[in-house]
């Protein structure tokens, strides 16, 4: 499997990542096992994941993620084999969120124990807060990756002016910068990516990683009408994407997948991992099935008159 270096990191990752944010949610801890099996049988190595995920599911909390993930980790021993990244910031209760260094300190606690782990590799800001000092969450950081609790750590959600002013500070000051950006990018939602992220990420030399890569499913064809969200986990996410650009950008991956005798998921990961200065796409499987479409992504090379079609159905 052919890695690739996160930023400027000392860390190298699949182009592929598992989305952690379905363990606790549609997928149970002997599904996530299996999953996570497969997915590093295969050659893969990174798994996200986030001190939140998954306490929008009625009875959880957040952190069900995390723990499945640390109980996989201890059962497999491949701490050394893969790259966790988790994230903090995130409203997980009214009293548990932000990125002032007290509560990054404790929320980084949480986190290594239900991962239990000694170390975590990416530690990213889940979003930005405006509340607190950039210069103090980037404190927070350093003194953790002095104290060999976090080995990089990257930003998630934030505008392109809020991530060129921290990688600013950062370089000012002395702090550790950020590595990475994870961010939300697929064949629908480009516009925000590639007008004012990738410039940035391209010139400072940031990881990208891509959250939503499949529109919550919807790139996986499985969407087609409102009669298909019935009952759906996902229905609300989905249904923004149920308009005539939507199903112009279905057309096209139907087209190619034929051509390629793939499935519409493989084609869509396809195209994201090919753009430029992406370092790797996270997306969710809750069975092995879908997760081997998933897999075959980094082996599928589109030509160029497919990477053109779906191109102009999505602009």
């Given amino acids: 499997m052919t890695r690739r270096r996160l930023g400027s990191s000392a860390i190298e990752v699949a182009p592929l990542a598992f989305g952690g944010n379905v363990f606790g949610w549609t997928v149970d801890e002997v599904m996530s096992f299996s999953l996570l099996d497969a997915f590093t049988a295969a050659g893969f190595n990174m798994i996200d994941t986030a001190d939140i995920y998954s306490n929008w599911v009625p009875g959880n909390r957040g952190g069900e993620s995390e723990t499945i993930i640390g109980k996989w980790l201890k059962r497999s021993g491949k701490r050394t084999k893969v790259i966790i990244a988790t ?26 124990q239900r991962l239990q782990t000694d170390y975590i590799d990416l530690y990213q800001s889940h979003i930005d807060d405006l509340e607190t000092p950039i210069e103090e969450t980037l404190d927070a950081y350093e003194l953790l990756i002095r104290q060999g609790k976090v080995r990089a750590i990257g930003a998630s959600n934030y ?16 702090h550790p910068g950020y590595r990475s950006l994870q961010t939300l990018y697929n064949l629908y939602d480009r516009a925000d990516y590639e007008e004012n992220l990738e410039p940035v990420c391209l010139e400072k030399r940031l990881g990208v990683l891509t959250y939503s890569s499949l529109a919550s499913g919807f790139l996986t064809g499985k969407y087609g009408s409102e009669n298909d969200l019935t009952g759906r986990a996902r229905a609300e996410r989905v249904r923004k994407y149920l308009n005539e650009r939507g199903l112009r950008i279905l057309d096209a991956l139907d087209r190619v997948a034929k051509q390629y005798r793939t499935s519409q998921a493989t084609v869509s990961l ?9 370092t790797a796409a996270i997306a969710s499987a809750t069975n092995l099935e879908q997760l081997r479409a998933l897999l075959e992504a980094p082996n599928l090379k589109l030509d160029d008159s497919s990477s053109a079609l779906l191109n102009q159905a999505s602009a």
């Fill in 87 to 112: 994230k903090v910031g995130n409203e997980v209760d009214p009293h548990e969120k932000g990125l002032s260094k007290s509560y990054i300190l404790s929320a980084v606690e949480g986190s290594l």
């Fill in 159 to 174: 505008s392109a002016d809020r991530l060129s002013y921290a990688l600013k500070i950062s370089e000012e000051r002395g």
């Fill in 270 to 278: 396809a195209w994201l991992i090919s753009r430029p200065g992406i």
